[in-house]
């Protein structure tokens, strides 16, 4: 590790399948611990009522997305539904630079990029108590037709299968609990799972 990396904070990547409830840990554990930065992803897609620029996301064109992609300013991007994600690197570099942890809540294919561009992030893994309970989660929100909640579901199972690539796994069973172990890991990034 170079010597100034020895000084920044920590950055941690919160990842899991969709419906375990990433958001809400890692909006507890913001309510827990304020100080910590939940970084602002940019998208391509329009933005929905309510969301706010820089807060809920940054909005880019397609050809700026593209150009933050081709120099190298995006720490980690994927495409979904149409529209491509992605987590922009100069604002996370420079709130680590200034002692602020980072979170950031990504896809599993997400986190894969960043463990090859900042090795010395901790990859967490929230995970269900179960399958069925995952199941039964995606079905409960009642957002998605049928051949979009099989989508999911399918996606959700792959994304489990890729636990052992993350440095902990924490199982959320209650979410004060996990958002206090995901606190937790910001003390001690690289100890042995939780």
């Known amino acids: 590790m170079s010597p100034e990396l020895d000084h920044i904070a920590p950055l941690i990547v919160v990842s899991g399948p969709s419906g375990v409830g990433k958001s809400t840990v890692v ?3 913001l309510e827990l611990n304020p100080q910590m930065w939940l970084s602002v992803s940019a998208t391509t897609r329009a933005p929905r009522t309510g969301e706010r620029e820089g807060a809920s996301y940054f909005f880019v064109s397609d050809l700026e997305f593209t150009r933050m ?3 190298g300013n995006m720490l980690e991007w994927a495409q979904y539904a149409g529209n491509r994600y992605g987590t922009p690197s100069e604002p996370v570099q420079a709130s680590r630079q200034t002692g602020v942890p980072v979170i950031l809540e990504i896809e599993v294919q997400g986190a894969r990029q960043v463990r090859e561009r900042a090795p010395q992030a ?7 108590p179960s399958v069925a309970e995952l199941d039964a989660r995606l079905r409960g929100r009642g957002t998605e037709d049928e051949e979009t909640l099989a989508t999911r579901l ?4 792959k994304e489990m299968a890729a ?5 902990h796994v924490l199982v959320n069973s209650d979410v004060t609990h ?3 172990a995901l606190l ?3 003390n001690n990034p690289r100890n042995e799972d939780s």
């Open 163 to 167: 636990i052992s690539e993350f440095d």
């Open 69 to 71: 992609v081709e120099t």
């Open 178 to 180: 996990t958002a206090q």
């Open 184 to 186: 937790d890991l910001f």
């Open 154 to 157: 399918e996606i959700a199972h």
């Open 122 to 128: 901790t990859l967490v893994f929230i995970a269900p």
């Open 27 to 29: 909006a507890r554990a």
